[in-house]
């Protein structure tokens, strides 16, 4: 096999749906770029080469699933996001809120990833009892 590719990172991000979730690919991109980022500040440096849309080395499966978890993590702050900015009215008599539960729903989701994220990120560095 040669270098890991960004397609195999974002497979493995769209395959921890349980629903097909069609997502624009540039979106997709710019979340593939910001867990390249993340993962170079908070692990070891990744070296992505834009023009041939790979890396310079075939990545281990965890740090595969490591990116697209941080994917998943931008994912799902995009969708608390448009949650929270769903309608809501409510007056002097009156109160409506269209999020029917989903702005909590929604946010669980958000902080289960990011614990598991940071757990991944967590296994992966190096402890100072070695």
Do not use: C, H
């Not at 910001?34 to 993962?39: H, I, S």
């Not at 969708?79 to 409510?90: A, F, G, L, P």
């Amino acid at each position: 096999m040669g270098n890991t590719t960004a397609n195999e990172v974002i497979q493995s991000f769209e395959s921890s749906f349980a629903d097909k979730t069609v997502l624009p690919v540039s979106l997709e991109m710019e979340w593939f770029k910001k867990a390249v980022g993340r993962y170079s500040a908070e692990l070891s440096d990744l070296n992505f080469d834009v023009e041939l849309n790979q890396f310079d080395t075939r990545l281990d499966r965890y740090t595969i699933d490591t990116l697209a978890e941080f994917m998943k993590q931008s994912y799902q702050e995009r969708q608390y996001s448009k949650v929270n900015k769903r309608i809501s009215i409510t007056g002097k008599d009156l109160g409506i809120d269209g999020s029917n539960g989903s702005k909590t729903a929604t946010k669980a989701e958000l902080d289960y990833i990011t614990e598991k994220a940071n757990t991944m990120v967590g296994n992966q560095k190096v402890t100072a009892f070695l």
